[in-house]
């Protein structure tokens, strides 16, 4: 079992970055592929970015690429997710969730997750 726990959120202006991460305790950290979702007040939670247990395959959704990139050191048991440029409608809570079996853009398909870190983009 793997308990995730994401950080750095906060609020920024458009056109500002912010860096979040994805710290995993228990289990084994190397196995599981990680994914980043987001979920808008009123919408559904939809995937941002996901990264491979090896690190050598990666996925973007469309309205991120380009703008966000996510990264992985499994010797630190972390995952990042690198924002930049952001717009206002990538306010969203944040939460970074695991898979045993494949990397997935499907939020039901992914074991654990955490509990989120809110990111607010103003004009």
């Known amino acids: 079992q793997v308990q995730l726990v994401e950080s750095g959120g906060g609020l920024v202006r458009a056109g500002g970055l912010l860096k979040l991460s994805c710290t995993a305790s228990?289990?084994?950290?190397?196995?599981?592929?990680i994914g980043w979702f987001r979920q808008a007040p009123g919408q559904e939670r939809e995937f941002v970015a996901g990264?491979?247990?090896?690190?050598?395959?990666?996925h973007y959704a469309d309205s991120v690429r380009g703008r966000f990139t996510i990264s992985r050191d499994s010797a630190k048991n972390t995952v990042w997710l690198q924002m930049n440029s952001l717009k206002p409608e990538d306010t969203a809570v944040y939460s970074c969730?695991?898979?045993?079996?494949?990397?997935?853009?499907?939020?039901?398909?992914?074991?654990?997750w955490g509990q989120g870190t809110q990111v607010t983009v103003s004009s």
């Open positions: 969730a695991a898979a045993l079996s494949g990397l997935y853009s499907q939020p039901q398909l992914y074991d654990y």
């Open positions: 228990r289990g084994t950290f190397s196995d599981y592929n």
């Open positions: 990264v491979s247990y090896s690190g050598g395959r990666t």
